[in-house]
């Protein structure tokens, strides 16, 4: 099993350009996460997806669009990047629940400049 | 006020020393909580779950205090591999479980 991956692992965007951040996971899992994480801090709750075929926006969705493909995909949008947006983004999936911990992907390193 | 608060440290110790952590969550509904350890620029791996009656797991203790909403993680004779940066997580009731968590306490063990 794979776990969780995440594609790219690197990318550098001009302000303005857009991507699309991949996740999949093999696991099974209904949830999935999307965080983002800047120097010296936590991790930040961008969206999340309870099951398959729900969103839900978390602590800072404000630039980022979601889309739950399947049970094993989701995919995090940046319409039009931002400076501020320059993270690392860690996907992280785990069995619905409360009792039940994420497991994460490798994270995908974004620099807006 | 944060949801969840760490002490950042950064804490410094000898190999074979013992050191604690501390994490404090404003959320009393708060349903399960967590230790993940984080290596520098990888993802954050679960090191230990926390349950009301407290948990060991080697020489890793955690304890949860519902009462004071507090929770804690001790490292006993600490190794050069502890050096990393632990993460309390508290996920809440919901059926996203959705997680919170703290930014973090840096340890680095030295020789």
């Keep these: 099993n794979a776990g969780v991956t995440q594609?790219?692992?690197f990318?550098?965007?001009k302000t303005g350009q857009s991507m699309t951040l991949q996740c999949a996971q093999d696991m099974n899992h209904n949830s999935m996460y999307?965080?983002?994480q800047d120097p010296g801090m936590g991790l930040r709750l961008i969206y999340?997806?309870?099951s398959e075929g729900t969103t839900d926006k978390g602590e800072v969705p404000n630039g980022?669009?979601?889309s739950r493909l399947n049970k094993r995909e989701?995919?995090?949008r940046l319409e039009s990047a931002a400076p501020s947006q320059t993270s690392v983004y860690f996907c992280a999936s785990s069995l619905q629940g409360a009792v039940y911990e994420q497991y994460f992907g490798?994270?995908?390193r974004l620099t807006v400049t | 006020r944060k949801e969840v608060e760490q002490d950042p440290g950064p804490f410094n110790v000898p190999e074979g020393a013992t050191v604690a952590f501390n994490c404090t969550y404003s959320n009393s509904a708060s349903q399960s909580f967590f230790w993940y350890r984080q290596d520098c620029r990888k993802e954050p791996k679960l090191l230990m779950s926390v349950y009301s009656s407290g948990n060991e797991d080697g020489r890793f203790t955690a304890q949860l205090n519902r009462a004071s909403q507090y929770i804690s993680l001790l490292i006993r004779d600490s190794k050069l591999s502890d050096s990393a940066t632990y993460l309390c997580v508290v996920k809440d009731n919901t059926n996203a479980g959705k997680s919170t968590f703290g930014d973090g306490t840096t340890l680095t063990v030295k020789p």
Excluded: E, M
């Design chain 1, 64 to 66: 980022y669009n979601v």
């Design chain 1, 74 to 76: 989701f995919s995090l």
């Design chain 1, 106 to 108: 490798p994270g995908t």
């Design chain 1, 11 to 13: 990318q550098v965007l």
């Design chain 1, 7 to 9: 594609t790219p692992k």
């Design chain 1, 34 to 36: 999307w965080y983002r």
């Design chain 1, 48 to 50: 999340y997806s309870a």
